[in-house]
């Protein structure tokens, strides 16, 4: 059973950042490819950014590549989102969210039907 808990959203202004966290608790010490996505209201879930089980490797959205950044401490089971020059279309829950398949099968799949446990989302909301 694996439970995460997302924490860091808030109210900014556009041009301002935010660090998401998305803290695993789980039973074993295996990792595994970890991504975010992002829901605002009336609108589809959608992928944000991912990284691969090491955190070497990591892949984003095009509205936000440059802007944000994915990282991971696995000692601390954390998964990281820096968001920069934040845009008032950025406002949404934010979700991060488990993947128990290889990189490689992960990647270029932002699908979130691929990922099998989700935290409870964290709202951040960019005012203009």
């Known amino acids: 059973q694996v439970q995460l808990v997302e924490s860091g959203g808030g109210l900014v202004q556009a041009g301002g950042s935010l660090r998401l966290s998305c803290t695993v608790s789980q039973r074993t010490s295996t990792t595994y490819v970890m991504g975010w996505f992002r829901q605002a209201p009336g609108k589809e879930r959608e992928f944000v950014a991912a990284?691969?089980?090491?955190?070497?490797?990591?892949t984003y959205a095009d509205s936000v590549k440059g802007r944000f950044i994915v990282s991971r401490d696995n000692a601390k089971n954390t998964v990281y989102l820096q968001m920069s020059f934040l845009r008032p279309e950025d406002t949404a829950v934010y979700y991060c969210a488990r993947n128990q398949r290889p990189w490689d099968y992960v990647n270029n799949r932002p699908d979130p039907n691929e990922y099998d446990s989700w935290g409870q989302g964290t709202q951040v909301t960019v005012s203009s």
């Open positions: 990284i691969s089980r090491g955190g070497s490797i990591t």
